[in-house]
């Protein structure tokens, strides 16, 4: 499967947004991934629509936005207007899980599902046909530069076997606590896009950063 990186500008340097978004562009990172939290859902609050959408003429990358936030059906709309191309909501938060993904699919957006650390993946049972994209959460969700949870490699390979089994050829993201140095354990479970933020964005070291993370996803067979 086409391995992807998706730096998340939640680690990015906020008074250079633009900058650090178009360097890991240059840098081929081929989605940009925007975690939107709301103090509800998650502890914290980062940012929203206006931030998407003054990054959005910076770069064609596919911008892959992870709302972390209560109810997202209220503003899925918001969010495709300000040029999103794949949002990702929680199982957790939407109390009509199934809506919520024809919304997406409606606005001619791709659309994930994504599950906490706890969160069985029998969520997933009857609407993976419906999703293009699930993202598992390999820590807590709220904040960046966390330890990955060791315990999520098998639900990784399970997740994998379990859509093998179904002859479903998705996605499958993983998010938090990601590095050169854990994801060639995590693409060997069987994710194949990989989110990252403390592990990109530095100053001065972004680009050659997401560079190396792509070199190292590329050389992992
Ligand atoms: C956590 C966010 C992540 C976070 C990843 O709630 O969903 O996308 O930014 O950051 P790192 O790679 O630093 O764990
Ligand atoms: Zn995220």
Sequence with gaps: MKKILSPSILAADFTRLGQEAADVDEAGAEYLHIDVMDGMFVPSISFGMPVIKSLRPVTGRVFDVHLMIEDPQRYIDDFAACGADLITVHAEACRHLDRVLNMI???????????????????LD??????????LMTVNPGFGGQKYIPEMTEKIRSLRTMLNERGLDMDIEVDGGVSASNVAAVLEAGANVIVAGSAVFAPGKTK??????????NAYE
């Design 126 to 135: 009857h609407v993976l046909t419906k999703t293009d994209m699930i993202l």
């Design 208 to 217: 050659e950063n997401a560079r190396h993370l792509m070199e190292v996803m």
């Design 105 to 123: 699919r409606e606005k001619g957006l791709r659309c994930g599902v994504a599950l906490n650390p706890a969160t069985p993946l029998c969520m």
